[in-house]
């Protein structure tokens, strides 16, 4: 990396990105950024000058010196950047190494640095820098190490452990001189991971264990004497990404993925000294690659790689915050030793700054549309199937392979958690609020209380293959069922099918009906949508979309439009009258858009859009929900925060926000004010 491009980084430094803030609260308050000024030190604070967007390379490290003013990054060279002045300063030379990684001494005063040392980058070797001369020569420099992977200060800062990939030992070099100094065998365990806590000898290594093929295990060890001191819990499937011990050397975070069935990211802290798990945070759907505690150690913060940062309270468990606004895969995160100050970097070069000081003051006084407000951990390792919301925000209902849950909205709390069969699919709330639809334990119609959940009644007749879609009539005295090739018009007064609609040679996959009740369309196999007169139950006319089978079938507002989407092809917007196509937009997944919603008082549609390689490059598992404007088919904003498909959208335009149910278990509240994206 030339010194052309470090003085054209620091040139471009005056071009200011946004600063990303958070602000939130463990209670089911809102979630929001914002943009107050910002300073590193004292009352006023100032806003810290941020570097260019994309530095050219990937942040693999970040950390803060000690004054809270500069920051000192890996991009492959080591730079050190001035956070009120906006000036960066080569460490490492122009013709310095090629570094792959960086940690820093407890006294804060040099670096070890893991440099390539073979041209195929099979060997590494450990650098000590000074951080306050930069320029100067290396310290001391070990000899090269093949397969290194992990690196960290002693305590005292006098020596350095390394772990290599897979070995099953322990090297201790002299920060001094550079020389080994020491081995500590690890008998039964392939190290891949490692950290050190920044009190007494103790060490946290993760790898491969000798109970099992393909089975990771945590352990702690002594590096003082060499001894095994615990083992942290049973083995597990997947090895450990990530592992932070807190400033007080008491907890131990680790940071592991599960892979059977939906992917789901496991955060387990431990007690050092009992070797007992004292919390178990789930949210994470992707691999954990930073932990980071915070310098009072009352919270915990972890970057995925399903693009998200999340803060976590660390004595009761629980979430504090999401960060939003990550559009890539975050490699590094520091904290400012103030704890009011969070940098991140990502795989693509891009820093942000986030002003987490009013994390739990004040979050009301926030406001940005296309915030996340809400996550909530709903379905954890079940496929999500579909989701509705009560007209007036108060209850959701949601339905995994396995559960169906009755939440309230404003605690986030489970009402009612019920078992179901996975064939079961289609939930439905009535529009007074009052009860909902869903299908039962054996695959039949039933109607359940929002109250408790308890049920009320079950409607034997509507059995085929069971109910994939639900809607309530607009006066609440009909239910209309989609199964799989038929659609069941059922009577609520008398609890009987009144009326049976064959709509298609081939399987109904969606339906959706007017404001009024007076029309229903019916989204084929075939890629056909036909529209039924409810009041006579006569066909009307058929509109072709395409030959394959539809996603989503949706009427505006005003029923003047219909929205549909198409796997591997677009969504395309119909006028109802004339049958006529007036926009359409590419939605990039392979299955389409799962579902889509219109925005009530504006033209805005939004819609799942699956893996845009334009907006997140290299990340097959990346979901956008995209706002789109359906009279030109342009995309007016993107919201992220999903890693699988959204499978069920909803609009509450008397909190002005839309919620989002996905794949990946996820359920996620999220500020839309159609007024500010006109």
Known sequence: MSLRFWCALWISASAMFPVAIAAGADDGKSVRPHSPQMSATGTTRVKPKSLAREMGAGITDIFWTADDKRLIMNAGQIGSFDVEL??????????????????????????????????????????????????????????????????????????????????????????????????????????????????????????????????????????????????????????????????????VAVGTIHRKGDYQATIQ??????????????????????????????????????????????????????????????????????????????????????????????????????????????????????????????????????????????????????????????????????????????????????????????????KVAGPKRIIYSPDGRRLIVACEENIAIVGLNDRKVIKTIQADDQPVEQIAMTSDGKRLAVGCKSGKVKYWDLETFMPLEVLNVGEVRLWSVKFSPDNSLLATTLPQKSLDIWEVASGKKIASAKTYYEAGGLDTVFIPGSNLLAIQTGTDYKIFPDNEFRTAICLIDVMTGKTVKTLTGHARPVVALRYLPKQKQLVTFSADGMIKFWDIDPASLK
């Open 86 to 251: 906006g000036k960066l300063t080569l460490l490492t030379g122009p013709q310095g190494p090629v570094v792959n990684r960086m940690v820093r001494s407890p006294d804060q005063k040099s670096m070890a640095l893991m440099t390539i040392a073979s041209p195929d980058r099979s060997q590494l070797a450990i650098e000590f820098w000074s951080i306050d001369k930069p320029g100067e020569a290396p310290l001391s420099r070990t000899r090269p190490i093949k397969d290194l992977v992990r690196v960290a200060y002693s305590s005292d800062g006098a020596a350095v452990y390394s772990v290599a990939y897979a070995a099953k030992v322990i090297q201790v070099w002299s920060s001094k001189t550079g020389a080994l100094t020491r081995e500590i065998p690890v008998d039964g365990l392939k190290i891949t991971s490692m950290a050190a806590s920044p009190v007494g000898h103790l060490l946290a290594i993760n790898g491969e264990s000798s109970a099992g093929e393909g089975l990771y295990e945590t352990q702690l060890w002594d590096a003082k004497t060499g001894k095994l001191l615990q083992k942290l819990g049973k083995p597990q499937s997947s090895r450990a990404e990530s592992m932070e011990f807190s400033s007080d050397g008491h907890l």
């Open 269 to 462: 802290v431990y007690d050092c000294e009992s070797g007992k798990l004292v919390h178990e945070l789930l949210g994470h759907v992707a691999d954990i690659s930073v932990l980071k505690f915070f310098p009072d150690n009352q919270r915990l913060l972890s970057a995925s790689k399903d693009f998200t940062m999340r803060v976590w309270d660390i004595k009761k468990g629980t979430l504090v915050s999401d960060l939003i606004g990550i559009s890539n895969d975050i490699r590094a995160v520091a904290i400012s030793p103030s704890g009011e100050w969070i940098v991140s970097g990502d795989n693509r070069g891009k820093i942000q700054f986030w002003d987490i000081s009013d994390i739990s003051k004040s979050p009301d006084k926030f406001a940005k549309s296309g915030a996340e407000a809400k996550n909530w951990i709903a379905h954890p390792g079940e496929f999500a199937n579909d989701m509705d919301v009560s007209t007036d925000g108060r209850f959701l209902v949601s339905q995994g392979d396995e559960t169906l849950k009755l939440w309230n909205v404003e605690t986030g709390s489970v009402i009612k958690s019920s078992a179901i069969v996975r064939s079961g699919r289609g939930v439905a709330i009535s529009p007074d609020s009052s009860q909902f639809a869903c299908a039962g334990e054996f695959a039949e119609l039933e109607l359940r209380s929002t109250t408790d959940g308890e049920l009320q009644f079950k409607i034997n007749d509507v």
